[in-house]
């Protein structure tokens, strides 16, 4: 859909109006035998048709192309009023423009940044709705420190949440400490296994150098018996 007419200051020439919606053209493409046509207009019509609405020329989306320069540049040169004007903005902008002003348009509606809040404000109401916003988040005022909503004020217990804190503390510091009761013991065994398998190799050890030595005393005896 294109750019309501009655938004328009002055004349607008024919040839910038879409031929579809009968509205002032909105991302426009134009097709070989010269009509244009807002480019959601003009693809919603070829999913059933494939001929110019206007002239029933045959027609495929391949070769649309943009407008002219000459007629792009006198589209972006309307003039127009801002879509926020029923709300209080008298701003008159140039259709090239009017984007980039109404995405900063003091009157349009936007949406409340307090999660879980409905509301839409205008954006120069917006900081007035915060403050008085019954889903914005502020700190106890009793001090305990937590972030409570508007809302839950009056079911807020610094006590029972201060509670349940140290409860879920406790909690995790037992986990803590079991988990690093755990890895303690399992070091442990480690080392114990590593200490039961460096006695077996010593013990081996010493067995071996027990026979050697048996070895060669009985090799001494032998040699003394036969000497004598």
């Known amino acids: 859909m294109g750019y309501d007419i009655e938004r328009f200051v002055g004349y607008v020439n024919e ?17 070989p035998c010269e009509h244009a046509f807002c480019t959601t207009c003009i693809h919603g019509w070829l999913v059933h048709h494939s001929n110019c609405p206007e002239d029933r020329q045959a ?15 006198d589209l972006n040169r309307l003039q127009l009023h801002c879509k926020n004007r029923e709300h209080g903005c008298d701003m008159v902008c140039s ?57 839950e004020d009056t079911q807020h217990n610094c006590v029972a949440e ?16 079991e988990e690093a009761k755990h890895e303690m013991e ?11 398998q460096k006695e077996s190799m010593l013990q081996n050890e010493i067995e071996e150098l027990k026979r050697c030595r048996n070895h060669v005393n009985s090799n001494t005896t ?3 018996t036969g000497v004598v």
Request: net charge neutral; proline share 3%.
């Open 15 to 31: 040839g910038l109006l879409c031929s579809i919606c009968r509205d002032v053209l909105e991302d426009p493409l134009q097709a």
């Open 162 to 177: 201060l509670r349940t804190e140290l409860e879920l503390l406790r909690s995790e510091m037992i986990c803590r400490v």
């Open 59 to 73: 027609l495929d989306a391949s070769v649309l192309h943009p407008l002219y320069r000459y007629m792009k540049n």
């Open 222 to 224: 032998i040699i003394r």
């Open 95 to 151: 259709l090239e423009s009017i984007d980039r002003h109404e995405r900063e348009c003091e009157y349009s509606q936007i949406s409340c940044s307090n999660a879980g809040c409905p509301v839409q404000v205008e954006r120069r109401n917006l900081e007035g709705h915060l403050a008085l916003c019954e889903y914005r988040s502020r700190e106890c005022p009793n001090g305990c420190g937590y972030t409570i909503l508007s809302a």
């Open 186 to 196: 399992s070091r442990l065994d480690s080392q114990r296994r590593h200490m039961v």
